[in-house]
């Protein structure tokens, strides 16, 4: 029987590793690069969390197009580094960091306002910042963290710089989604209680914002010369995993097929800043360089208009 089984084993086993080969191949494939080649001399760039892994790389990306690029980070150290990192690999001195923590709405006020001050402009405002966590704690502003960094802190700064935004146009504010915003809900009576569902749930929920945030805001400014877009980077070998136990995190960031690299990740959001001809889709949700399937739900427009309203009481806009 034995002998008889390990024949067929063998073929399901190497049938199995011939389609995930196949598998792989196709995907890569099928991953596009932003080819444009448009000059961003004289235009003003921020990049949250710019000093690490998508953000680094689509910083690096706009520098090497001529931006003024400013990477705004929490630890000030090493957005330094990545700013000598960044003038190191490309050649280009227009590179500022400036600290940034998007989970303190102190801290986003502070730095908006020192930016005001010393920035004439603001061409392509980058939402990269965000993290993946199962830590419970509330912010000192008493907002659920992972919703305080992925949505309110980005949804705050961007209010606050929207002038300066409307005033460099045709200007653009590119909100990093992704693809989990389709398992999200929006709870709003959470969003000032310790976490009450695990954290990928919770991730999802504040995609979801992302991608209502981003469709709410294009219809605001439709009239005004900026656009938004919500972007899925795709599951990418990024720091946002750091928090997952070390054998899952190589998993999914080793043996899935559907991995991308950081430099492939990056590519979607790159495109949304920079490719002409976009701008009829302002206040969509992009995948792979174009419009992507959204969930419906990121489009509701009851729900996007209530969450902004919320958003504006709980960062003290409103």
Not at 10 to 21: A, D
Not at 59 to 85: D, Y
Not at 157 to 178: D, F, M
Request: aromatic letters at 10%; a neutral charge.
């Amino acid at each position: 029987m034995c002998d008889t089984m390990c024949p067929v084993c063998l073929f399901v086993i190497g049938f199995l590793i011939v389609g995930y080969l196949l598998l792989c191949v196709y995907l890569k494939s099928t991953r596009r690069y932003c080819r444009s080649e448009v000059d961003l001399t004289g235009k003003t760039v921020i990049v949250t969390g710019g000093n690490t892994g998508l953000g680094y790389i689509t910083a690096r990306e706009l520098a090497s197009r001529n931006a003024r690029v400013i990477l705004a980070c929490r630890n000030a150290e090493k957005a330094e580094t990545a700013v000598e990192k960044i003038i190191s690999e490309t050649g280009k001195k227009n590179i500022v960091s400036k600290k940034l923590d998007v989970s303190s709405l102190k801290s986003v006020r502070e730095f908006a306002e020192q930016f005001l001050k010393e920035e004439s402009r603001l061409d392509i405002l980058i939402n990269n910042a965000g993290i993946i966590t199962n830590d419970s704690k509330l912010t000192e502003d008493g907002l659920q963290v992972t919703y305080a960094t992925n949505h309110f802190g980005p949804f705050l700064l961007t209010n606050l710089l929207l002038e300066r935004l409307k005033a460099s146009t045709p200007s653009r504010v590119v909100t990093l989604s992704s693809y989990g915003h389709h398992f999200g809900k929006i709870h709003f009576e959470n969003f000032k209680i310790p976490m009450l569902f695990e954290g990928s749930e919770t991730y999802g929920s504040t995609k979801l914002a992302n991608v209502l945030f981003t469709f709410e805001l294009a219809k605001r400014v439709k009239e005004e010369g900026v656009t938004a877009y919500s972007v899925h980077p795709g599951l990418c070998k990024s720091n946002l995993f750091d928090s997952f136990h070390p054998i899952l995190q190589w998993i999914l960031l080793n043996l899935n097929p559907f991995t991308k690299s950081i430099e492939e990740g990056a590519q979607t959001t790159i495109y949304c800043a920079i490719e002409k001809g976009i701008e009829e889709h302002s206040g969509k949700y992009f995948d792979n360089l174009q419009v992507g399937c959204a969930n419906a739900k990121g489009y509701d427009a009851g729900v996007a208009k209530k969450l902004w309203e919320v958003s504006e009481s709980l960062t003290k806009l409103a």
